[in-house]
Structures are given as structure tokens and as C-alpha cells.
């Protein structure tokens, strides 16, 4: 192949072609001392990579900064009543006391009415926390809907007393957008814009809006509790002149 030298006007740098003209490589300098750079074309396109790191550290560096903005307001975990919207609060009393550091072991996280707790293949892939909306709420499929699905893992029985089971686990740190599906408090649906009664069925219901089955996935709060431990209470409303406790 011939190539041949091409000076760039008032400077010692040459460009390198072929017989095409076609740019092959470049030298810099004069001499001993000249060294071959990139063609002009990948020279330039060496320059846009460059500035592309320096844009992607730029926007990494701003990422680092909002997560540490972030560590540094954590989420504001409130106790979230759920009485008011689940079924049988009038007899039932459900609480999960959630372990949020060593000195903070029992913070009141959820109170609700009747609930359930399930296994998930018999247990083997975990448990998980329910509770229905009041009698009759139901989704466009008029399947009962839910005020809330907490899934766990590690879940024992801790022991039984003044007819109040106590349960332990921990907030499954892997089941996200799917499975966890707590609310925050004055949540309740059935007071949603979207949210029709249905004069359809023999008994007149409320039928939430789609999307609403179950509470909306909330990425703050789990991320608040994923991995802590809790305790939950179940055992019947107990009027407060007789409370042994």
C-alpha cells in the first residue's frame, strides 16, 4: 500500500494517507521526537467517548450525591391504622410491632381487624400477612379486595397468652413490587374518586377502582422495613377495664 504524507497548514503534525486519501493515521511532531496518533475520524471518535465518561461520572457522581441526601432523610415510618377499612375491627384486633433498631424493638407499625396469615407453598417460600377490606368491598371481578398483603419469612410461633397468639418474622427482604403491598396511613380506597357502588348484586357494594385490589407498591417503605424483624398480636378486642395487661 502506498501512503504518503499530508502537513497540516502551519503546524508540524502530518496526516498519513492512502492513495485514496483516505486517512490512515496521524504524526505528531518532527523528528525523533514524532509520534502516530489516530486517524482523524477515530481520533474524534476517541474524544466523544471520553467526554461520554466524563458525563456518565458527572451523572454517577450526582446519583451518589441523592442517595446520600436520601440515607440522611430516611422514610417517615408512622403507625398506619387500618381498623377504620378492615373487617371485624369490632372484635378483632390485629398489630404488627415492627423492630426498627435495637433500641426501638417494638414501634406500632399496623393495627388492623381480622387477619390471615398464610404460607406460601406450605411455608417453604414464606408467609404472608393479609387483611380484607370491610365485608362486601370488591374489585371490578367482585373478588374481595385486599387493605393490605405483607409477605415474611423466618415466621414462629412465639407463645399464647390472655387468648392473644404472638407470632415472629421478619419482612421479606426479596418480594417487592408483586408482594409487598402495604399502604401508608388514611389509605382507604373505597373513598377513591374511582370507587362506584355496584346496584347490580343482590346486596349493594363498593367496587374500588382498578389498580386498587390490593394497595399500591410503595418503593419508600419498603425499602424502610425489608429484612426487620416484627412481631404480630392477634387475639380478640379486649375493653380496657379489662385488660390484664
Known amino acids: 500500500m502506498k501512503l504518503r504524507r499530508v502537513p497540516y497548514s502551519g503546524s508540524t503534525d502530518s496526516r498519513i494517507v492512502d492513495a485514496s486519501g483516505e486517512d490512515i493515521g496521524r504524526i505528531s511532531g518532527d523528528g525523533p521526537q514524532a509520534v502516530i496518533a489516530y486517524p482523524d475520524k477515530l481520533a474524534k471518535e476517541v474524544v466523544r467517548s471520553v467526554n461520554h465518561r466524563e458525563q456518565l461520572i458527572e451523572n454517577l457522581d450526582k446519583a451518589g450525591e441523592e442517595i446520600e441526601r436520601l440515607r440522611g432523610k430516611p422514610f417517615p415510618l408512622k403507625t398506619t391504622d387500618l381498623r377504620p377499612i378492615t373487617r371485624r ?40 400477612l393479609k387483611a380484607y377490606l ?17 409477605p415474611l419469612i423466618g415466621v414462629e410461633l412465639d407463645s399464647v397468652y390472655y387468648h392473644s397468639t404472638h407470632i415472629v418474622g ?9 408482594s409487598f403491598r402495604v399502604p401508608v396511613p388514611d389509605y382507604n380506597p373505597m373513598k377513591h374518586e374511582g370507587a362506584v357502588e355496584c346496584k347490580e348484586c343482590e346486596k349493594p357494594h363498593v367496587v374500588v377502582p382498578e389498580g386498587l385490589y390490593c394497595p399500591p407498591f410503595n418503593r419508600g417503605l419498603f425499602n424502610a422495613v425489608r429484612g426487620k424483624r416484627v412481631e404480630i398480636h392477634i387475639g380478640p378486642v379486649v375493653p380496657k377495664d379489662e385488660d390484664d395487661e
Do not use: I
Open 134 to 150: 370491610t365485608s362486601g368491598v370488591t374489585d371490578f371481578e367482585h373478588d374481595s379486595a385486599y387493605a393490605l398483603q405483607l
Open 89 to 128: 375491627s369490632d372484635t378483632c384486633l390485629t398489630k404488627v410491632l415492627l423492630r426498627r433498631s435495637w433500641e426501638d424493638r417494638q414501634f406500632e407499625w399496623l393495627v388492623m381487624g381480622e387477619a390471615h396469615l398464610t404460607g406460601r407453598e406450605g411455608g417453604n417460600k414464606g408467609w404472608t
Open 170 to 178: 421478619y419482612v421479606d427482604p426479596e418480594l417487592d413490587k408483586n
